[in-house]
């Protein structure tokens, strides 16, 4: 495995690949991985030849009040773990090669519609700067997959329409949620998380079963359901942000004859935002 930062040794390594008629995946990441990552990594094995991860912590999707700062790095730990998964290239690019002129005078990517909502409202430009920056990534490895976390339900939504939008050939692959043993969905920010708080956490993915099972014995009172589940993570101790019954393709409110449904969670456990998901079929 290799590891480069600059986009001139990265075209050059895939072009040599590309003339070998080799197909290539990418595995876009913004690193601290876990088996969530490792996962896609894995898929991505059995899906190309080639599997490029890309670890760059992306300022352009990060509010003024959040954790870019803080964010951990931890490049050579990703690397171990990325050589055992079998990935085959680490394009690991500094904030001046992807953005040499700032953030203030790159041209950005906006994603109409499913962007807006749930996380896009809570958080202003976030999907704006994901758009825009796997854009970027696109161009640069020019991949014929690329592969991402269901457990970004809404990120992974926002992909796809911008890839079938801007005609981009890129087969767009979802992979499914990697959880802990109580429940909790992997990711990075878990480790943000007190011993206190991490016992209360499976709550948000309790709460989303119990939903879940409900529309699924029939029940189709969506308003009273999100309001019921808001109250759950209250009561044991989350600031929810929202909890949203949507229908899956247009992430738009659930209505009664919708039979694709996904569940949508984002809530605060301390300063820490978890963000889960999960789809129905009534």
């Known amino acids: 495995m290799r590891t480069v ?13 590309r003339q070998q008629d080799k197909t290539i995946a990418l595995v876009p990441t913004m690193g601290n991985l876990h088996e969530g990552h490792i996962s896609l990594v894995r ?31 931890t490049l050579a730990e990703d690397q171990a773990q990325l050589e055992a998964a079998g990935n085959t290239l680490v394009f690991a690019p500094t904030v001046d090669e992807i953005y040499p002129e700032g953030l203030a005078n790159q041209t950005k990517v906006l994603v109409p519609e499913v962007s807006e909502g749930h ?9 704006e700067g994901v758009a825009t920056v796997v854009t970027m990534l696109f161009n640069m490895v020019q991949p014929d997959i690329a592969i991402f976390g269901e457990k970004d339900f809404q990120q992974l939504a926002v992909i796809r329409k911008m890839a079938r939008d801007l005609m981009m050939p ?8 990697i959880r ?30 119990s939903v879940a099972s409900q529309l699924e014995q ?20 989350l ?28 809530a605060f456990l301390g300063t820490t935002r978890l963000i889960d998901n999960i789809s129905v079929t009534r």
């Open 43 to 73: 898929k991505a094995t059995e899906a190309a030849d080639i599997v490029v991860t890309s670890i760059f912590v992306n300022p352009m999707q990060f509010g003024a009040s959040e954790d870019l700062d803080k964010y951990p790095r």
């Open 119 to 127: 996380c896009g409202a809570s958080r202003p430009g976030h999907f």
């Open 170 to 177: 890129i087969e767009i692959i979802g992979a499914p949620t």
């Open 239 to 266: 600031r929810p942000d929202y909890f949203n019954i949507v229908n899956s393709l247009s992430l738009k409110p659930a209505a009664e004859a919708d039979r694709e449904i996904t569940l949508l969670v984002a």
């Open 218 to 237: 029939g029940r189709s009172d969506f308003n009273t359901l999100e309001q019921e589940a808001k109250e759950a993570l209250a009561g044991a101790g």
């Open 5 to 17: 930062h600059s986009l001139k040794e990265l075209r050059s390594i895939l072009k040599a690949f």
């Open 180 to 209: 802990e043993d109580d429940g909790l969905a992997k990711s990075s920010r878990n480790g943000y998380l007190s011993d206190q708080e991490r016992a209360i956490a499976p709550v948000v993915y309790k709460t989303l079963t």
